[in-house]
């Protein structure tokens, strides 16, 4: 196994990123702890938390949060609201209850100096039209940039600029973590890496595996180009339901529980065939 920084980086994924729970804790009840975290989207909020807190109690924190009430009510507002602030704006949701989330969790003037390790998150920078990486300053603003999905939620306003959610430029972000020195890297991604893309048959299914190929073509290809010495695993979630790649899975909040316990059945069996190695 290869000796060095070892980063736990968080990939995108809207609410199937309940699955990285169950991945962070196989990866703690195993032993392995980060010394750097890296996040995008989803990924950043979870790994935001983790940052705080390296350790196996965080993911009983987590547990508790995917499930409440306050994670429901992110994407919670009724379809009538929804569409009303649509109309007048450019996105479906308020991002306040996110906000207050994070808040709660993390503390408002949390800054990335205050993290127990080293955490990175990346978001798509508007007028730059360019991946950026916040690694300074308050947390909680940089999480939310991260996790702005467009159409969901609306750009985040950070010293002037405009952020949306970093899964468009990195979804999977390995090449960065190569770049700030992890020598063992653990990417807990959603799924949809694991499932095999077939042509589009419903209107909504074209923009959808548009960005699929976009996300999977760079992931693989810094997959790829790896240097020597860099060790990569990639934790598996167990399997996706069908209907988690539909248009309103983001709103299922029913199945974050199954989600959770499959990817740390499936984690755990591979962490220890792994190890064993």
């Not at 950070?158 to 190569?178: F, K, L, R, T």
Request: charge should be positive.
């Amino acid at each position: 196994m290869a000796r060095g920084p070892v980063a736990f980086v968080l990939g995108g994924g809207g609410v199937l990123g309940a699955v990285e729970v169950g991945m962070l804790r196989a990866l703690f009840r195993a032993g392995i702890k980060p010394d750097m975290v890296l996040g995008t989207s989803i990924g950043a909020v979870n790994g935001a938390l983790v940052a705080a807190d390296p350790s196996e109690a965080v993911t009983d924190r987590l547990v508790r949060l995917w499930a409440s009430p306050e994670a429901s009510e992110v994407y919670g507002d009724s379809v009538a609201r929804q569409l009303r602030r649509f109309a007048a704006r450019t996105h479906l949701h308020s991002p306040r209850p996110l906000r207050r989330l994070l808040e709660t969790e993390l503390g408002v003037d949390t800054t990335f100096a205050d993290l127990k390790v080293p955490f990175r998150c990346c978001a798509a920078h508007i007028e730059r039209a360019a991946e950026h990486w916040f690694d300074s300053g308050p947390v909680v603003p940089a999480v939310l940039a991260s996790a702005s999905v467009p159409g969901l939620l609306p750009p985040m306003q950070i010293d002037g600029a405009h952020y949306v959610d970093g899964g468009i430029v990195n979804s999977i972000p390995i090449g960065e973590a190569v770049a700030v020195g992890a020598r063992r890297i653990y990417v807990l991604q959603v799924g949809r890496i694991e499932r095999e893309l077939t042509p589009p048959r419903r209107p909504w299914e074209i923009a959808q595996v548009a960005f699929e190929i976009s996300r999977r073509h760079r992931f693989f290809r810094e997959l790829a180009a790896l240097p020597e010495g860099v060790e990569v695993h990639v934790l598996p979630t167990g399997g996706l339901n069908p209907r988690d790649d539909t248009p309103w899975a983001y709103r299922d909040m029913a199945a974050v529980g199954r989600r959770i316990s499959r990817a740390y059945t499936a984690s755990r069996r591979y962490l220890a065939t792994h190890q064993e190695r």
